[in-house]
């Protein structure tokens, strides 16, 4: 069974950084676009940075500036750099493929929480 596993959150202070990773055990060669999503308490889970097969990243504008999304293909990793962060980016944090033909079984996600 293909498996995504996120880590690298925590809890940090407004304008502190932390970078998440996210393991796949399917080939992300395989994968057209792969994205970073986050749920927060009470709200649907949004997606807020995807990146392609060739590399091409989107952002949506609340994490633009201040989030970095790439990969290492080699090694199935997708990473999410956060800079600046907010309290509103408090949220679990998911990664998976954006199309919902390769669209892998949702992993446990990784808790970021930005409080003072």
């Known amino acids: 069974q293909v498996q995504l596993a996120e880590s690298g959150g925590g809890l940090v202070q407004p304008g502190e950084s932390l970078r998440l990773s996210c393991v796949s055990s399917?080939?992300?060669?395989?994968?057209?676009?792969m994205g970073w999503y986050r749920q927060a308490p009470g709200k649907s889970r949004e997606l807020i940075a995807t990146?392609?097969?060739?590399?091409?990243?989107t952002y949506v504008d609340s994490v633009k500036g201040r989030f970095t999304i790439s990969k290492d293909s080699a090694k199935n990793t997708v990473y999410l750099q956060m800079n600046s962060l907010k309290p509103e980016d408090t949220a679990v944090y998911f990664c998976?493929?954006?199309?919902?033909?390769?669209?892998?079984?949702w992993g446990q996600g990784t808790q970021v929480t930005v409080s003072s």
């Open positions: 998976n493929a954006v199309a919902h033909y390769q669209r892998m079984s």
């Open positions: 399917h080939s992300l060669f395989r994968i057209n676009t």
């Open positions: 990146i392609s097969v060739r590399g091409s990243t």
